[in-house]
T-cell receptor
Framework: AQSVTQLGSHVSVSEGALVLLRCNYS??????LFWYVQYPNQGLQLLLK??????LVKGINGFEAEFKKSETSFHLTKPSAHMSDAAEYFC????????????FGDGTTLTVKP | DAGVTQSPTHLIKTRGQQVTLRCSPK?????VSWYQQALGQGPQFIFQ???????QRGNFPDRFSGHQFPNYSSELNVNALLLGDSALYLC?????????????FGPGTRLTVL
């Protein structure tokens, strides 16, 4: 069985500050990990994915995430927050290459203060 | 490219009724997955269709059924609606046979059951 825990349902940062969104996973087999962003009234958009290649993954909009097997974590970071980053972020895990059957966390709402 | 489209945008039904939601995948995609996203939660996998057959299914009762047409579009049917079926229903499309294939999500259909 696989599961995802996102620590902190709400995160608030100031514009220009570091963004850190936490994700821990549980998987009995090597996982494939994803981060998605969801803006209001829109579907999910893939930010980045880990597929057992490089442990540091760079995504769109300046986001990156590091896979740490020893900590079973895949935290999302961005050096400098922008107002347009305000959205809901979801971490997801898949146990095979079929991303269609992914298990999602409950999401973290990111607020960016001016 | 219109991306993934879903209809209708919003829907209000009463308990016991039946509902059909529709999804057109992104051009070039042949696989459709359906998710249920309850308020404040992450998406939960319902099922996936490929070659007009249900290939994988999540932990949802038989009241949830689907169909895929030769043009790859898909329908999600829910019978005997319960209050707890109120949620955002997301459709995602992908291309089979592509490892670590990215899913593209539609904007969703918001279903309210009264």
């Amino acid at each position: 069985a696989q599961s995802v825990t996102q620590l902190g349902s709400h995160v608030s940062v100031s514009e220009g500050a570091l963004v850190l969104l936490r994700c821990n996973y549980s998987s009995s087999v090597p996982p494939y990990l994803f981060w998605y962003v969801q803006y209001p009234n829109q579907g999910l958009q893939l930010l980045l994915k880990y597929t057992s290649a490089a442990t540091l993954v760079k995504g769109i909009n300046g986001f990156e995430a590091e896979f740490k097997k020893s900590e079973t974590s895949f935290h999302l970071t961005k050096p400098s927050a922008h107002m347009s980053d305000a959205a809901e972020y979801f971490c997801a895990v898949s146990y095979n290459t079929n991303a269609g059957k992914s298990t999602f966390g409950d999401g973290t709402t990111l607020t960016v203060k001016p | 490219d219109a991306g993934v489209t879903q209809s209708p945008t919003h829907l209000i039904k009463t308990r016991g009724q039946q509902v059909t939601l529709r999804c057109s995948p992104k051009s070039g995609h042949d696989t459709v997955s359906w998710y249920q996203q309850a308020l404040g939660q992450g998406p939960q996998f319902i099922f996936q269709y490929y070659e007009e057959e249900e290939r994988q299914r999540g932990n949802f009762p038989d009241r949830f059924s689907g169909h895929q047409f030769p043009n790859y579009s898909s329908e999600l049917n829910v019978n005997a609606l319960l209050l707890g079926d109120s949620a955002l229903y997301l459709c995602a499309s992908s291309k089979a046979g592509v490892s670590y294939n990215e899913q593209f999500f539609g904007p969703g259909t918001r279903l309210t059951v009264l």
